[in-house]
């Protein structure tokens, strides 16, 4: 059984810095490709980053663009994203995902990968 467990989330002032983690069990990362959407209240789910696992291919959403960056830890099989200069439009919770290849880039396509984890909470106060 495949898990994505995501953790890292929680409340930082506009300006700050969180790291999520999202470790995973019952799959190989590395065999496929990963990323992260998010999700807040009344809005639709926007994916954040995506990445292959040689990571060289990332695409990041415009609006976080230069200042998260997605990466993984093969040892550790997990996947990372650091959030610097956080927003309070930022705010959401995120969600990491992973699918096999073939697989598709686009950050769009993060929410429809075929493992998801459950969500960790980020809320960043002005």
């Known amino acids: 059984q495949v898990q994505l467990v995501e953790s890292g989330g929680g409340s930082v002032q506009a300006g700050g810095s969180l790291r999520l983690s999202c470790a995973a069990s019952?799959?190989?990362?590395?065999?496929?490709?990963m990323g992260w959407f998010r999700q807040s209240p009344g809005k639709e789910r926007e994916g954040v980053a995506v990445?292959?696992?040689?990571?060289?291919?990332?695409n990041y959403a415009g609006s976080v663009k230069g200042r998260f960056t997605i990466s993984l830890d093969n040892n550790k099989n997990t996947i990372y994203l650091q959030m610097n200069s956080l927003k309070a439009e930022d705010a959401a919770m995120y969600y990491c995902?992973?699918?096999?290849?073939?697989?598709?880039?686009?950050?769009?396509?993060?929410?429809?990968?075929?493992?998801r984890g459950q969500g960790t909470e980020v809320t960043v106060s002005s």
């Open positions: 995902s992973a699918d096999r290849p073939p697989c598709q880039y686009a950050t769009s396509r993060t929410p429809l990968y075929q493992y």
């Open positions: 990445m292959n696992s040689r990571g060289s291919i990332t």
């Open positions: 019952g799959y190989t990362l590395s065999n496929g490709c």
